[in-house]
């Protein structure tokens, strides 16, 4: 895996609708990254490798899943965003993506291995309190269910 993302930071949106992103995830990103909706109520950052990883396998699925797959792909190319970092290193997140992913003032980036998560920081709040949980006690998530 080419970048790794780790770690928690917390940043707040400016009155551009812009984030910074942490120092240390910078250099993934310089040429530019995308923004997508993810499926759990955050954006995903993503270097244009993974990108075009994803985007690779969802044009897959079209030409294999009817209008099921012709659709999903229509909806993950158009709810995307490619984003310049600034010298600051500030990305502006659309308007669009802001509400999807209901980024208010206060937002937490997170580094989730192979791309970065910005999240509200509410959100986040109870996303990982239920991620620490599961870490806490596996045997309450999804071993025990598969065992089932």
């Keep these: 895996m080419e970048s790794l993302f780790v770690g928690q930071h917390e940043?707040?949106?400016?009155?551009?609708?812009?984030?910074?992103?942490p120092a240390s995830f910078r250099s993934a990103f310089e040429p530019s990254g995308f923004l997508i909706k993810h499926s759990e109520g955050?954006?995903?950052?993503?270097?244009p490798d993974?990108?075009?990883e994803i985007a690779g396998q969802m044009s897959e699925r079209s030409q294999s899943g009817g209008p099921h797959g012709r659709a999903?792909?229509?909806?993950?190319?158009?709810?995307a965003a490619r984003v310049l970092p600034d010298k600051q290193g500030r990305i502006a997140v659309p308007e669009e993506l802001r509400r999807f992913a209901g980024l208010q003032r206060e937002?937490?980036?997170?580094?989730a291995i192979d791309e970065v998560e910005i999240?509200?920081?509410g959100r986040w709040n109870e996303m990982n309190a239920q991620g620490e949980s599961l870490l806490a006690a596996?045997?309450?998530?999804?071993?025990?269910a598969e065992r089932a």
């Excluded at 999903?72 to 709810?79: D, I, L, M």
């Design 119 to 121: 999240w509200d920081a």
């Design 107 to 111: 937002c937490v980036v997170i580094g």
């Design 72 to 79: 999903a792909k229509r909806s993950f190319g158009a709810g």
């Design 11 to 21: 940043h707040s949106l400016d009155a551009k609708g812009r984030i910074v992103l």
């Design 138 to 144: 596996p045997e309450s998530g999804t071993e025990a």
């Design 50 to 52: 993974r990108f075009g």
């Design 42 to 47: 955050c954006l995903a950052l993503m270097t």
